[in-house]
Each structure stands twice: as structure tokens, then as C-alpha cells.
């Protein structure tokens, strides 16, 4: 039986980062959630997390860094995903 690999994954403290960087300083849980569900690009309008993210959730986010997350890797978050082994 074939094993399917891992989706690839990272820590919530990136998506927290980029927030951070975006408002020039650590966001708040209600910052937090505001930024996450008013992205824009070229593609439209988007929240990063794939539904709007209430401020109880954010509140969540910002007390958990490191914890990973599956993701969809595409335009609107490019990133590089390497496999070992």
C-alpha cells in the first residue's frame, strides 16, 4: 500500500510575522484577525487562513507560535517546500 506523503506544514508564528511586518509592530489578537481576513491581491480579495478568523481564534494563534499548520502553497503565499530523505 502506497503511503501518501505529509501535506507540507508550517508554524503559525510565519503567518504571525508577516502580520507583524505589515503593521510595523506585534499585533494584537483583534489586529491579528482584522489583517488575516482583508488580504488583496492580484487574484482579489482573501483571508489567509481560507475563512475569517474570529478574534478568540487569533487569540489562540498568538499563544501558540509553534504550533504547524497544513498549507496550500500558491501565488498568494509562495514559499519554498523542500523534501528530506
Known sequence: ????PEPPKIMLGFVVRQCTVAL??????AE??????HQRDEHGDYCVF???????????????P????TV????????RLTTTG
Do not use: Q
Not at 24 to 29: D, L, N, V, Y
Not at 32 to 37: E, G, Q, S, V, Y
Not at 72 to 79: E, L, T, Y
Open 72 to 79: 496550500r502553497p500558491g501565488a498568494r503565499w509562495p514559499f
Open 32 to 37: 491579528l484577525a482584522d489583517w488575516a481576513n
Open 24 to 29: 510595523g509592530h506585534a499585533p494584537s489578537a
Open 50 to 64: 481560507g475563512r475569517a478568523l474570529t478574534v478568540a481564534e487569533a487569540a489562540v494563534i498568538l499563544r501558540h
Open 66 to 69: 509553534g504550533r504547524p499548520v
Open 1 to 4: 500500500m502506497a503511503m501518501r
